[in-house]
């Protein structure tokens, strides 16, 4: 069991969070103003090491306009298709309020075999707050890691992309 303390962001409070079932990420609500905290834990004795020349599954894809864009192990950055290649995954798509780099996503291997996939806004707060990314409606600030849900819509300028789950993964 891993255990921390954290200090709400809107009222200052001490709140001690525990992690019994060895999450990457906890959820906890502040006692005394009731914000949402997402805390991340060491994931050294969570995730899976990497088997050397074996391919692991996909953890996932994300949907645009009836094209999927294959999610790989670890971290990738997401946006828009440009003239130059910025993104790992770059989305094709008109949409001049989706960044070159919206967001980055992060796929973990866990023990059990299932693939934990976690996006963060990639821009600074400034450029984020006049377009900022949502998932399932949920706006997502710089600072937040989110775990994402077969189905979860991902909203990058006034483009909805969707994130579908890998179904069989290898153990």
Known sequence: MQKRIVTCPKCHTQVPVENLAREVFVDVFCPRCGARMRVAFDTAETVLPRVAGKALAVPGFLSLNGKLYALKE????????????????????????????????????????????????????????DSPLQVSGETIMPDERIVLQDGDKIKMGETIVEYKQQKDTEK
């Open 74 to 129: 670890g971290r990738q950055k997401v946006g828009r298709k440009g003239s130059s290649e910025v993104a790992d995954i770059c989305l094709e798509s008109s949409d001049r309020t989706m960044s070159r780099i919206q967001c980055t996503i992060e796929a973990i291997r866990m023990k059990s075999g299932r693939w934990k996939v976690i996006i963060q806004e990639a821009r600074s707060k400034d450029k984020a707050a």
